[in-house]
């Protein structure tokens, strides 16, 4: 029969929305109240998805990796951090509000979609010429000039259709909060921006205690927040995130060396994933970070185009000597190799766990339509798939659920299983399908018999026989991280 598949840049990021609802990955926070802007909350399929995603960056860093040790730092931090990190005076977006529907917009974000869509219509040097112009401008903070961009280029606001827009202003993007009981004796402190500052304050504490040599990293990962100003795209861009960063101390001179190694292996290990290698592509920074001498991204084809996933940083001495400035309190390492002491270079490695999620969930979307039916269903990678395999008695009698009961009993431990015994077995396996289930292990009459059942394959439905004695080893060999990792 002709099968033809709907991949996942056909598919509408509006379906995959409300497939992530409809299916308990991913709602609106505090959705009775109507929800909230750019925060969102993970449901019983979503989380663990999430975690597994998380698990699967902490292991390839901590193990497959032998130089990099983990840390859990705190989301508030002393003040003068985000000082010495530059955040408190630099870590703003360009902001640009339209006097006709007050909605406000990142100013560069409006440049850059539009010179997407100039793009998109054939005029390709057209569309390189303005972005250029825009990063010099940025560069050299000429606000005046990013306005008069917007303006000379006629872009409109989507929602009022008029040009009457105000200056372009800078917006500082961390939220601060008050810590201390009374009034007067309250500081403003800050919800972190990025896990990294919790990694830079604590590197002696861990070069030391961990007795690690350079070069080595330190992976974090851990909750973020970002006033964003654009807050769209489901969960692409979020106030409240969790990020899965690395620091990489190295020696100063070597960072060229490291960004390339790291830039490689971090691609490989998308790959390694299972995400197409046409759905990725590497972008350099034209515009660097205050803390930067190069930078990358990785990025992936979302339905709404080419996006950031991954950053990976060179981030010279900038931090380290800032806080040791700061703290007055040195931050330098001795190197016996070379006898000498230094205050060693970064390389960063920086991906948000919400932005893979939403890549792996694109990705894993697909709707197989055949001349009878439809079929939707997720195509996981069966490592991170939330469960791994659902145990279906095909009748609720005859012994058939206590027979399939005793099957959950020998896997439960060891992998995340359903038990279900409602519905039509069709029904439980497209149940299944649209939560990405990789495994549908059906309990009949003659298993009662021989100890076999059958094993049903989400990707093509194929149907096999086994023995009961081999589930445990078949789930493990697809399963298993280690399959990824061979890859690295
Ligand atoms: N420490 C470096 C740093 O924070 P970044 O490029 O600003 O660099 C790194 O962020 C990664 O964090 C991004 O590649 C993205 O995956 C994720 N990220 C950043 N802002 C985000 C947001 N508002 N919502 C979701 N993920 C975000």
Not at 75 to 95: E, Q
Not at 204 to 213: E, F, G, P, V, Y
Not at 300 to 306: E, L, M, R
Request: with cysteine; proline share 4%.
């Amino acid at each position: 029969m002709a099968k033809t598949e709907t991949p996942a840049e056909n598919a509408q990021l509006k379906d995959i929305i409300s497939h992530a609802k409809e299916y308990g990955f991913v709602y609106p926070s505090s959705e009775i109240y109507d929800g909230l802007q750019a925060v969102y909350d993970y449901g019983a399929y979503g989380v663990e998805l999430k975690n597994n995603l998380k698990r699967l960056w902490w292991e390839t860093m901590t193990r497959v990796q032998d130089n990099i040790v983990g840390i859990d730092a705190a989301i508030f931090m002393h003040p003068t951090t985000w000082k010495a990190s530059g955040h408190v005076d630099s870590f703003n977006d360009p902001m640009i509000d339209n006097k006709d529907s007050k909605k406000r917009y990142r100013a560069d974000v409006l440049v850059e979609e539009h010179a997407a869509v100039i793009e998109r219509a054939g005029d390709l040097e057209r569309a390189k010429s303005l972005t250029a112009a825009l990063a010099r401008m940025l560069e050299a903070e000429d606000l005046d000039g990013v306005r008069d961009l917007i303006t000379n280029e006629g872009i409109k606001c989507p929602i009022s259709g008029t040009s009457n827009w105000t200056d372009v202003r800078q917006f500082n993007l961390m939220f601060s909060t008050q810590v201390g009981s009374v009034a007067e004796d309250s500081s403003t402190i800050y919800l972190r921006p990025e896990t990294a500052q919790g990694i830079f304050v604590n590197f002696l504490n861990i070069q030391k205690t961990a007795r690690m040599k350079v070069p080595f990293g330190i992976a974090q990962i851990g909750k973020a927040f970002r006033n964003e100003i654009v807050a769209r795209q489901f969960i692409f861009r979020m106030r409240e995130f969790e990020q899965m960063e690395m620091q990489f101390f190295i020696r100063p001179g070597t960072e060229m060396d490291w960004y390339k190694y790291w830039s490689e292996t971090r691609m490989k290990w998308h790959l390694a994933l299972g995400t197409p290698p046409e759905k990725l592509r590497k972008h350099d920074h034209e515009k660097l970070a205050h803390y930067a001498n190069a930078a990358m991204d990785i990025e992936f084809d979302f339905p709404f185009g080419f996006k950031e996933v991954e950053g990976i940083h060179s981030r010279t001495d900038f931090d380290l000597k800032s806080h040791q400035e700061f703290s007055k309190k040195k931050q330098q390492y001795f190197d016996p190799e070379i006898n000498q002491n230094y205050i060693p270079y970064v390389v960063e490695t920086s991906i948000g766990a919400d932005r893979l999620f939403l890549l792996t969930l694109c990705n894993a979307y697909t709707v197989e339509e055949t001349e009878e039916k439809s079929r939707t269903f997720l195509k996981l990678h069966p490592a991170v798939a939330p469960v791994k395999a659902a145990i279906l008695p095909i009748v609720k009698k005859d012994g058939l659920p206590e027979k399939a009961q005793e099957i959950v009993q020998a896997l439960k431990y060891d992998f995340n299983i359903i038990y279900e015994d409602s519905g039509s077995i069709g029904k439980r396996y497209t149940r299944q399908d649209l939560i990405g289930t990789p495994f549908c292990i059906a309990v009949d009459h003659q298993t009662l018999e021989d100890n076999m059942v059958t094993i049903r394959h989400r990707d093509t439905t194929e149907q096999e026989r086994v023995p009961i004695s081999e589930l445990h080893g078949r789930i493990t060999e697809a399963t298993s991280f280690r399959r990824i990792f061979e890859k690295l």
